[in-house]
């Protein structure tokens, strides 16, 4: 039989956990085009080496799931955009904000400088800014249930 302090305990850490997940900006995101409104791919979000990066693992654009970069150079050219690498060592720079110099855009074929932060709102909202030069755009992503 279990006791009801033992009940309590496992639910209080459940949830514990569940908070603290859902506070990360690291998990599985679904991007969505700042212009039409509309889903397009999902990115898993990881830490390795104490930076982030960023791989799609999914693309759910209609008629897009099996995109080849034809317009990117180098190592990506003629490359499915599933797999590929988006967001390359973004530095925590304090209060859950990442920047890095990669965020690539395999439909523009263009490398951009990035911010990125949880909504201090939302929690289940990703803010990812690209910079080019002093232009920027941000996109929301939203939080994919694990």
């Not at 949830?15 to 900006?25: C, R």
């Not at 599933?82 to 720079?93: D, K, S, T, Y």
């Not at 400088?113 to 929690?123: A, E, G, S, T, V």
Request: glycine content about 8%.
């Amino acid at each position: 039989m279990i006791k009801p302090f033992n009940c309590i305990l496992f639910a209080f850490l459940f949830f514990t956990i569940q908070l603290i997940q859902s506070q990360s900006v690291f998990g599985t995101w679904k991007t969505i085009d700042d212009r039409t409104g509309k889903p397009k791919a999902i990115i898993d979000i990881y830490e390795k080496d104490g930076l982030m990066y960023g791989k799609v693992i999914e693309i759910v654009e209609e008629g897009k799931e099996n995109f080849i970069c034809e317009k990117c150079e180098g190592d990506r050219k003629d490359k499915p955009v599933l797999g590929m690498h988006i967001i390359e060592e973004a530095e925590h720079v304090g209060d859950g904000v990442y920047k890095g110099d990669t965020l690539f855009d395999p439909q523009q074929a263009m490398t951009f400088r990035c911010k990125i932060w949880l909504n201090p709102d939302n929690h289940d909202e990703l803010k990812v800014r690209g910079y080019l030069a002093f232009i920027y755009r941000t996109q929301t992503w939203q939080r994919v249930d694990g």
